[in-house]
Nanobody
Framework: QVQLVESGGGLVQAGGSLRLSCAAS????????MGWYRQAPGKQRELVAS???????MHADSVKGRFTISRDNAKNTVYLQMNSLKPEDTGVYYC?????????????WGQGTQVTVSS
């Protein structure tokens, strides 16, 4: 099974930058895609960005031009570069991976990392 460990969250002023990392470990499986979600107080968890096994990426409209998802296959790590941060970006960010094993579909989540953007 896949285990995800996140890092890189913290407190930053508006306009600043942070880079989140999500390292995957465990037995080899077929990864379909990885993504970053966030959840602000009183709101539902939302998809921020995702990257497919083909390398295709998607970014939510609210973060386009500011956030960039990428991966390093050699390190089994996915990143979220966050620039020009806004207070509304504040929330707990979760890494997610969808994978297959023996015709079964699975989803794994990181522990979450807090991102706080002050005005």
């Amino acid at each position: 099974q896949v285990q995800l460990v996140e890092s890189g969250g913290g407190l930053v002023q508006a306009g600043g930058s942070l880079r989140l990392s999500c390292a995957a470990s465990g037995r080899a499986v077929s990864i379909n895609g990885m993504g970053w979600y966030r959840q602000a107080p009183g709101k539902q968890r939302e998809l921020v960005a995702s990257i497919h096994s083909t390398g295709r990426t998607m970014h939510a409209d609210s973060v386009k031009g500011r956030f960039t998802i990428s991966r390093d296959n050699a390190k089994n790590t996915v990143y979220l570069q966050m620039n020009s941060l806004k207070p509304e970006d504040t929330g707990v960010y979760y890494c997610n991976v969808n994978y297959q094993s023996d015709y079964k579909f699975y989803s794994a989540w990181g522990q979450g990392t807090q991102v706080t953007v002050s005005s």
